[in-house]
Structures are given as structure tokens and as C-alpha cells.
């Protein structure tokens, strides 16, 4: 058995007083497309960081094929490529100068990168950028930039940290094409998300983390098929914060005139729901019941919506 | 040891500020080329010899010392602030560079920043009044190992510093007053006993008397006190900015 392109092994971590991770493990094989799913502040990128040596641990171990990260850091870094949730900036140097610094701080000669920089231009729709300054990018290209950076020096393993927050649908499509055909070309991904869209398009294998904690790990379909609930997801118009103490029995996340309620079967709470909705002047105006997805998955795990805050 | 990375990292340090060289280079020349205006043709005349040597040509080395060590200091700590407050320090962190390598980059960025204005204010000296060195090699030995110093003291003040606020009282409150203090503008035999008492324990004292013996031959302090003194102060901040970046204590969390 060869080593896991990245395991984690109890990682606990807290900054003063946040409690931020509380043993988390993981193994993400080499050559999977792997999905860290949370909602915010769950600790997605705490344990990014962690491997990459930005965050330091509290407790724990993480690994990259097989070698600690703190005493083993030359090797583990030079095998991981890291796209950040944050965005840089620089004030002083054009694109295409910050890819060949880049490069150069995992060892490569601006002769020996030249090439391979190149291609990456190109291939991310960067190159009639290469001379501009990063202020002058627009949010989507910053986020390519940032990949571009990530893969500057060929890495094993990429790490995309909530990738596509913030650019446009048409954007956001280019990117997740962009990831399969990474996956493809035979690279370890650990993408971080709350989109449960993305993972569920992207990744073969998902965990879900919660408060610093693993709370569901699995095959998407796996995820789902464990869980024997389904989804009703209604639009309507009239909703009013009253409501929501009609609906205490149940899970249910509510978002732009849209409910989504997790059931454990449609046909008995579907006329109660109905019900409820119109005595209390609600319009509804489409409803789907659906297959369980990995945001109901969420839902019944937590009692909440993947897209609320942690820990309230 | 990861050398091109080390490389690329200065090269970077470097290449930051001579790309804004108006803003890290010619305001020390404007600044002593109107001292050795004002000073040269107007107050000179009043202002009788120090020391056998004339006033402009008294202050010069002084005002070449402060410069050195305010862009050697202001260059680490700047870019170290800099590239926390913009998101580029997590780029060197998470490279496979290792603390020490790091550390070296921006100290040696620094270093060439503080010799280089220190250089450039020689030759406007030698340019704009003829000043004559003493022993030339060991100026620039001497400005090499001051700029040294205080560019690792400011990789330590700048690991240190959360906002610009802190790096500018560090500026203002230290750095400046005590350049002043420690005998540009004089000699300090001309200062009543409690001063030249308080200015031993002044280190940018022997920084200004160290170059000033190189270039001039004259010297409130011994010349060993100051060589030792600027490298004591060298391994000082090395070790401590080396060790700071180490632990990771101001820049991870
Ligand atoms: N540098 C820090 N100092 C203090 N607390 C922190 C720091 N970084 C993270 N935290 C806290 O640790 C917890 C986990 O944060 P983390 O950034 O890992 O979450 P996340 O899952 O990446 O969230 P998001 O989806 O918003 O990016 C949060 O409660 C956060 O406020
Ligand atoms: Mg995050």
C-alpha cells in the first residue's frame, strides 16, 4: 500500500479562545478529486493551512505521500500547489514577473519555467494580461491568477480554497472545466467549497466538516442514498417571519422566496406543509420534490443550512 | 539549502525598490544636498571649524550614516509589513523556503538599499564639496556592515508590526532623534557632561563616529568600540529576526 496523497490525523487547532478544529482526520488518495464541504467558519481553510504550514497545529499530524509537513516541509510543499481563498495584491510587479518569482521559490530557473509559464498563460486565459498589474484584473481573473500561481511548479496535489467565490456563473463553468481536466491529467485535488453544486459536479469523494469536526464522509451517492430522506424545495411569494414558529417541527432552510424542507417522507408532511403555507397567506407558486442531495445530507446532519454560519 | 528560491526572493526585495527608486532613493539625495546647500553657504560662515575640519564636511559622513541606516531598516520592515497586509507573505510560507532562507532575502534586500544611498551620498559629497576619504575600503566595509544591521533590525521590527502606525513611531520616535543625537550636526566634547554621558548609550552614537573616522580620520568614540559595536548589533538582529521568523510567532497562526 502506498501512502495517501494527504492524511491528517487528529489535527486540533485553536486560535486564542476559537476552537477553530477539534480532531479532525482524513486520508485524499493520489490522483482523487476530493471535496471538503462546510458551511463558514467550519475550518475548511484552517486545515488547508495546516498542511501547508501557514496555520501551526496545535495537536496532530498531517502528511503528504507518507511525510510529516513540519519536519519533511521541503518535500511536502514541493508537491503541493495552493490557490488560496484570499486574494494577493502587488503594487509593484506585472503578472506574468509574480508567476516566474513564483516559480523560483520552489527552485525553478526563470529558464527552466519559461516554458511551462507559457503554456499555464495561456491555457487560463491570462496571457493578454501577462504585463498588467494585479489591481488592474478584474475578480475572475485574480481567481485565475491564483491558479496560475498554484500551478506554476507542476505540483502533485492542488489545493483550491472556495475557488470560484465570487466570480460569475459563466466564470465559475470555465473554472470547473478547468478542474476536471486537471483531475485528469492524473493531479490529487482537496477543493474546498460551500457550494454544494461544485462538489457535487467535481468531487468523487466528499466530507462534510462542522465546527471543527468530520460530521459525514463519503461518495456523493453514498452520502445520499444513506440518508432515507427527500427533498421538497417550494417557491412562494407572501412568506413572513412569523412563519417560521409554524414550522418547528421541521427541517427546512428558507432563501430568496425559496423553502427547501429535508422529510423523511413526502407524501405525509407534503399536505401539512401545504396547509400551513396557505393559512398563513403564503403564494405558493411551484413545488418539486426531489431526490435527497448532499445539502439535505447537511440539513439533517445539523439541523441547518449549509449556507448559514457556524456555530449559532 | 533551497538557493534559487533564496535568489528569486531578493531579487524580488531588490527589484521592489528600485522600482519606486523616487520614493527609496533620491529623497536621501535631495535631503543632503540641501543640508550641504544650507549648511555650506550660509551657516558655514558662522560656524567656526570642529575638530580642524570644516562644517559641511564635518556633518557629511553623519548625514550619509543616516541615511544608510534608515533605508536599510525602513526596506526589511516595510516589506515584511507589506506583504502581511497584502496577502503575499502566505506565497514565501507555504514555498519550500526554509525561515533562515527567507530571513537572508529580505536582509539582504535591505543591506544593498542602506549601501547603495550611503554610497550615493559619498559621491555627492566627493561630487558637490570635494570631500576628501581617509580609507576608503573600510568606508565601505563599514557602511556594508551598518546597513547589515539595521536591515535585520527592521526584518525584526517589521515581523513584529501590525499597521504602519508602529513602523512610523519606530521612525519618528527612535530611529530619527536618535540619529540626531548621536552627534551629526556635532562633536560631543561641545555637550555638557550629562549628555556625552547619555550619548554612549546611544548605539547609532558609534555608528556615526565609526564612519566618520573612516572618511574624515577624527572620532569622538575609539574606532574598535564602533567597528564592535556595529557588529555586535549585526548578530544581534541577525540572530533575533532569524529566530523570530523561525517560531513563526507574528507571522503564522
Ligand atoms: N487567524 C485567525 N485568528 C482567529 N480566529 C481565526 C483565524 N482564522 C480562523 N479563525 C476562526 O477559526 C474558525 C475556522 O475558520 P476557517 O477559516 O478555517 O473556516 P472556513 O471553513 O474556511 O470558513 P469560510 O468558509 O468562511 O472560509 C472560525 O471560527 C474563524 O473565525
Ligand atoms: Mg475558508
Same mark, same amino acid.
Given at each position: 500500500?502506498?501512502?495517501?496523497?494527504?492524511?491528517?490525523?487528529?489535527?486540533?487547532?485553536?486560535?486564542?479562545?476559537?476552537?477553530?478544529?477539534?480532531?479532525?482526520?482524513?486520508?485524499?488518495?493520489?490522483?482523487?478529486?476530493?471535496?471538503?464541504?462546510?458551511?463558514?467558519?467550519?475550518?475548511?481553510?484552517?486545515?488547508?493551512?495546516?498542511?501547508?504550514?501557514?496555520?501551526?497545529?496545535?495537536?496532530?499530524?498531517?502528511?503528504?505521500?507518507?511525510?510529516?509537513?513540519?519536519?519533511?516541509?521541503?518535500?511536502?510543499?514541493?508537491?503541493?500547489?495552493?490557490?488560496?481563498?484570499?486574494?494577493?495584491?502587488?503594487?509593484?510587479?506585472?503578472?506574468?514577473?509574480?508567476?516566474?518569482?513564483?516559480?523560483?521559490?520552489?527552485?525553478?530557473?526563470?529558464?527552466?519555467?519559461?516554458?511551462?509559464?507559457?503554456?499555464?498563460?495561456?491555457?487560463?486565459?491570462?496571457?493578454?494580461?501577462?504585463?498588467?498589474?494585479?489591481?488592474?484584473?478584474?475578480?475572475?481573473?485574480?481567481?485565475?491568477?491564483?491558479?496560475?500561481?498554484?500551478?506554476?511548479?507542476?505540483?502533485?496535489?492542488?489545493?483550491?480554497?472556495?475557488?470560484?467565490?465570487?466570480?460569475?456563473?459563466?466564470?465559475? %463553468?470555465?473554472?470547473? #472545466?478547468?478542474?476536471? /481536466?486537471?483531475?485528469? =491529467?492524473?493531479?490529487? @485535488? $482537496?477543493?474546498?467549497?460551500?457550494?454544494?453544486?461544485?462538489?457535487?459536479?467535481?468531487?468523487?469523494?466528499?466530507?462534510?466538516?462542522?465546527?471543527?469536526?468530520?460530521?459525514?464522509?463519503?461518495?456523493?451517492?453514498?452520502?445520499?442514498?444513506?440518508?432515507?430522506?427527500?427533498?421538497?424545495?417550494?417557491?412562494?411569494?407572501?412568506?413572513?417571519?412569523?412563519?417560521?414558529?409554524?414550522?418547528?417541527?421541521?427541517?427546512?432552510?428558507?432563501?430568496?422566496?425559496?423553502? %427547501?424542507?429535508?422529510? #423523511?417522507?413526502?407524501? /405525509?408532511?407534503?399536505? =401539512?406543509?401545504?396547509? @400551513? $403555507?396557505?393559512?398563513?397567506?403564503?403564494?405558493?407558486?411551484?413545488?418539486?420534490?426531489?431526490?435527497?442531495?448532499?445539502?439535505?445530507?447537511?440539513?439533517?446532519?445539523?439541523?441547518?443550512?449549509?449556507?448559514?454560519?457556524?456555530?449559532? | 539549502?533551497?538557493?534559487?528560491?533564496?535568489?528569486?526572493?531578493?531579487?524580488?526585495?531588490?527589484?521592489?525598490?528600485?522600482?519606486?527608486?523616487?520614493?527609496?532613493?533620491?529623497?536621501?539625495?535631495?535631503?543632503?544636498?540641501?543640508?550641504?546647500?544650507?549648511?555650506?553657504?550660509?551657516?558655514?560662515?558662522?560656524?567656526?571649524?570642529?575638530?580642524?575640519?570644516?562644517?559641511?564636511?564635518?556633518?557629511?559622513?553623519?548625514?550619509?550614516?543616516?541615511?544608510?541606516?534608515?533605508?536599510?531598516?525602513?526596506?526589511?520592515?516595510?516589506?515584511?509589513?507589506?506583504?502581511?497586509?497584502?496577502?503575499?507573505?502566505?506565497?514565501?510560507?507555504?514555498?519550500?523556503?526554509?525561515?533562515?532562507?527567507?530571513?537572508?532575502?529580505?536582509?539582504?534586500?535591505?543591506?544593498?538599499?542602506?549601501?547603495?544611498?550611503?554610497?550615493?551620498?559619498?559621491?555627492?559629497?566627493?561630487?558637490?564639496?570635494?570631500?576628501?576619504?581617509?580609507?576608503?575600503?573600510?568606508?565601505?566595509?563599514?557602511?556594508?556592515?551598518?546597513?547589515?544591521?539595521?536591515?535585520?533590525?527592521?526584518?525584526?521590527?517589521?515581523?513584529?508590526?501590525?499597521?504602519?502606525?508602529?513602523?512610523?513611531?519606530?521612525?519618528?520616535?527612535?530611529?530619527?532623534?536618535?540619529?540626531?543625537?548621536?552627534?551629526?550636526?556635532?562633536?560631543?566634547?561641545?555637550?555638557?557632561?550629562?549628555?556625552?554621558?547619555?550619548?554612549?548609550?546611544?548605539?547609532?552614537?558609534?555608528?556615526?563616529?565609526?564612519?566618520?573616522?573612516?572618511?574624515?580620520?577624527?572620532?569622538?568614540?575609539?574606532?574598535?568600540?564602533?567597528?564592535?559595536?556595529?557588529?555586535?548589533?549585526?548578530?544581534?538582529?541577525?540572530?533575533?529576526?532569524?529566530?523570530?521568523?523561525?517560531?513563526?510567532?507574528?507571522?503564522?497562526?
Amino acid at each position: 500500500m502506498t501512502a495517501p496523497a494527504i492524511r491528517f490525523t487528529d489535527l486540533e487547532k485553536s486560535y486564542n479562545g476559537t476552537h477553530a478544529l477539534k480532531g479532525v482526520s482524513l486520508d485524499i488518495n493520489d490522483g482523487q478529486f476530493f471535496g471538503l464541504l462546510g458551511p463558514n467558519g467550519a475550518g475548511k481553510t484552517t486545515t488547508i493551512n495546516i498542511l501547508s504550514g501557514l496555520v501551526l497545529k496545535d495537536k496532530g499530524k498531517a502528511e503528504v505521500f507518507g511525510r510529516d509537513t513540519v519536519n519533511e516541509y521541503r518535500f511536502t510543499r514541493s508537491n503541493i500547489g495552493i490557490a488560496a481563498q484570499e486574494l494577493p495584491q502587488d503594487w509593484f510587479f506585472p503578472v506574468e514577473k509574480l508567476l516566474f518569482f513564483q516559480a523560483g521559490y520552489y527552485g525553478l530557473t526563470h529558464k527552466t519555467a519559461e516554458p511551462y509559464i507559457e503554456k499555464l498563460l495561456k491555457r487560463l486565459g491570462l496571457a493578454s494580461k501577462r504585463n498588467a498589474r494585479l489591481r488592474e484584473l478584474s475578480g475572475g481573473m485574480k481567481r485565475r491568477y491564483q491558479l496560475a500561481k498554484a500551478l506554476v511548479h507542476d505540483p502533485k496535489i492542488v489545493i483550491l480554497d472556495e475557488p470560484t467565490a465570487g466570480v460569475d456563473v459563466e466564470f465559475r %463553468h470555465d473554472m470547473w #472545466k478547468l478542474f476536471k /481536466e486537471l483531475h485528469n =491529467e492524473g493531479k490529487t @485535488i $482537496l477543493l474546498t467549497t460551500h457550494y454544494i453544486e461544485e462538489a457535487e459536479m467535481l468531487c468523487e469523494d466528499v466530507a462534510i466538516i462542522d465546527e471543527g469536526k468530520i460530521i459525514a464522509q463519503g461518495k456523493p451517492n453514498e452520502l445520499t442514498k444513506q440518508s432515507e430522506k427527500s427533498g421538497i424545495t417550494i417557491q412562494l411569494t407572501g412568506w413572513n417571519e412569523s412563519i417560521h414558529n409554524k414550522f418547528n417541527l421541521y427541517t427546512y432552510t428558507f432563501e430568496d422566496n425559496r423553502l %427547501h424542507f429535508t422529510v #423523511k417522507d413526502p407524501e /405525509e408532511s407534503l399536505p =401539512e406543509i401545504i396547509n @400551513i $403555507l396557505s393559512q398563513n397567506g403564503c403564494h405558493i407558486q411551484n413545488i418539486k420534490t426531489d431526490k435527497i442531495t448532499l445539502e439535505d445530507v447537511f440539513l439533517s446532519l445539523t439541523g441547518r443550512g449549509i449556507g448559514e454560519e457556524s456555530g449559532t | 539549502m533551497n538557493w534559487i528560491g533564496m535568489w528569486t526572493l531578493t531579487k524580488r526585495e531588490v527589484g521592489r525598490f528600485f522600482s519606486v527608486y523616487r520614493q527609496t532613493v533620491l529623497p536621501g539625495l535631495i535631503t543632503t544636498t540641501l543640508y550641504i546647500l544650507i549648511f555650506g553657504f550660509t551657516l558655514e560662515k558662522r560656524i567656526s571649524e570642529i575638530e580642524g575640519i570644516p562644517y559641511t564636511l564635518f556633518i557629511l559622513p553623519g548625514l550619509m550614516m543616516m541615511n544608510t541606516l534608515t533605508n536599510a531598516s525602513s526596506n526589511s520592515s516595510s516589506s515584511m509589513l507589506q506583504m502581511k497586509l497584502l496577502q503575499q507573505l502566505p506565497d514565501i510560507l507555504t514555498a519550500p523556503l526554509s525561515s533562515f532562507e527567507i530571513s537572508m532575502a529580505y536582509i539582504i534586500g535591505g543591506t544593498v538599499r542602506g549601501f547603495v544611498n550611503g554610497v550615493l551620498v559619498l559621491l555627492l559629497g566627493i561630487l558637490l564639496v570635494g570631500m576628501p576619504i581617509v580609507s576608503p575600503i573600510q568606508t565601505l566595509g563599514f557602511l556594508l556592515v551598518v546597513s547589515w544591521a539595521f536591515s535585520s533590525m527592521g526584518l525584526f521590527l517589521g515581523q513584529m508590526a501590525d499597521s504602519w502606525d508602529e513602523l512610523a513611531m519606530m521612525q519618528n520616535f527612535f530611529l530619527t532623534p536618535l540619529s540626531f543625537l548621536g552627534g551629526i550636526f556635532y562633536s560631543i566634547q561641545m555637550l555638557p557632561d550629562w549628555a556625552q554621558t547619555l550619548s554612549f548609550i546611544n548605539p547609532i552614537y558609534y555608528m556615526i563616529n565609526g564612519i566618520r573616522f573612516t572618511v574624515l580620520g577624527v572620532s569622538d568614540s575609539p574606532p574598535l568600540v564602533s567597528f564592535l559595536m556595529a557588529v555586535g548589533m549585526t548578530l544581534l538582529f541577525t540572530f533575533s529576526a532569524v529566530l523570530l521568523m523561525k517560531s513563526g510567532k507574528k507571522i503564522k497562526s
